[in-house]
């Protein structure tokens, strides 16, 4: 007799991590995956490329029929994130209200086991919104009592991603000439989606008790190698134009006027322009996953005949 597939709750599934790890998970026959998110239309592509997948539509800074989602769940892994806004007022809802919801119900349903995935900027000399709530949701799940580990990635990229780099791509194919902040060496270390979902199912896998993971791209890319390799994987041949670093702050506090949610904002360009240099486990060493080269992840990321065409819009 066949094993009971294991429940895991994914938070914050539509968006560019939980539609990856969905994709990655959702044929596995030891995982019955239930994916939430308030974004209708994305959760609507996550329900129509893989239709057994349980999708509940809600908004968990708001209590709902959502909580009961998580009754004899295995284990979490939790997403949500607010990661752009140009008030605080979203950020503290979507990563620290939410958070707390969803804390009380894995208690109140005793889910034995949490992933939890913060960010690189805990780590990071920038000081803005998305900072300051990531600390906070960080240090909630750390006192909560809730058996975890916490997984700390660096900026990420690949499929389904309508920001970051699929944003910079799409733009890259509207305009004359693409404008890159002043000179364009800020050092980047861009993880690769696909290889961070692998990391994910490990650690749901093996469950360390605790511990904390700073995840970092296996290589160190300037910004505009970033932007030249997309061009090339595109096969695109705009112009690359670099703009004074205040300038191009001007014109995003310009573009914000006229967008409700801009994908690129001026506390990101602060962010690009901090310096930060990170430092993070081993791959391979600790989880098992052997990074996949820069080079290649880009093809994969615009190149993919299925994955490369499906559009997603812009998340909080």
């Known amino acids: 007799m066949a094993a009971q597939p294991k429940k895991i709750v994914i938070t914050g599934a539509a968006g560019l991590v939980g539609q990856n790890l969905v994709a990655l998970l959702a044929d596995r026959p030891d995982f019955a995956l239930v994916a939430i998110d308030k974004h209708a239309h994305n959760l609507a592509v996550l329900t129509r490329l893989h239709p057994?997948?349980?999708?509940?539509?809600?908004?968990?800074a708001e209590?709902?029929?959502?909580?009961?989602?998580?009754?004899g769940a295995d284990a979490v892994v939790q997403l949500h994130a607010q990661i752009t806004g140009k008030t605080a007022t979203p950020f503290?809802?979507?990563?620290?209200?939410?958070?707390?919801?969803?804390?009380?119900e894995i208690k109140r349903h005793r889910v034995p086991y949490l992933v939890h995935v913060s960010s690189s900027v805990v780590n990071s000399v920038?000081?803005?919104?998305?900072?300051?709530?990531?600390?906070a949701q960080e240090e909630l799940v750390r006192q909560s009592g809730v058996l975890h580990c916490v997984l700390r990635p660096t900026l990420m990229f690949g499929w389904f991603d309508p920001k970051h780099l699929?944003?910079?791509?799409?733009?890259?194919?509207?305009?004359?000439?693409?404008?890159?902040?002043?000179?364009?060496?800020?050092?980047?270390?861009?993880l690769y989606n696909r290889d961070f979902c692998r990391v994910i199912?490990?650690?749901?896998?093996?469950?360390?008790?605790?511990?904390?993971y700073d995840l970092v791209g296996h290589e160190r890319v300037d910004y505009v190698d970033i932007i030249?390799?997309?061009?090339?994987?595109?096969?695109?041949?705009?112009?690359?134009?670099?703009?004074?670093?205040?300038?191009?702050?001007?014109?995003?506090?310009?573009?914000?006027?006229?967008?409700?949610?801009?994908?690129?904002?001026?506390?990101?360009?602060?962010?690009?322009?901090?310096?930060?240099?990170?430092?993070?486990?081993?791959?391979?060493?600790t989880f098992g996953v052997r990074p996949t080269p820069f080079a290649e992840a880009i093809r994969e990321t615009f190149c993919d005949p299925v994955y490369s065409q499906i559009k997603v819009e812009p998340y909080g």
């Open 126 to 135: 920038a000081e803005d919104d998305y900072t300051r709530t990531k600390e």
């Open 228 to 285: 030249r390799a997309i061009r090339e994987a595109k096969r695109l041949k705009t112009p690359i134009v670099h703009i004074p670093v205040g300038l191009f702050a001007f014109l995003l506090r310009l573009y914000a006027l006229f967008s409700a949610n801009p994908p690129f904002t001026a506390d990101q360009l602060k962010a690009l322009t901090a310096g930060d240099d990170f430092t993070g486990v081993d791959l391979e060493t």
């Open 166 to 190: 699929g944003w910079l791509a799409r733009f890259m194919e509207r305009v004359p000439v693409f404008p890159i902040p002043g000179h364009g060496r800020y050092m980047r270390q861009p």
């Open 201 to 212: 199912a490990v650690c749901l896998e093996r469950r360390p008790q605790g511990d904390v």
């Open 92 to 104: 503290v809802r979507n990563n620290i209200d939410a958070t707390r919801r969803v804390l009380d």
């Open 63 to 71: 209590t709902g029929p959502w909580q009961e989602a998580f009754a």
């Open 52 to 60: 057994k997948v349980t999708a509940i539509a809600a908004d968990l």
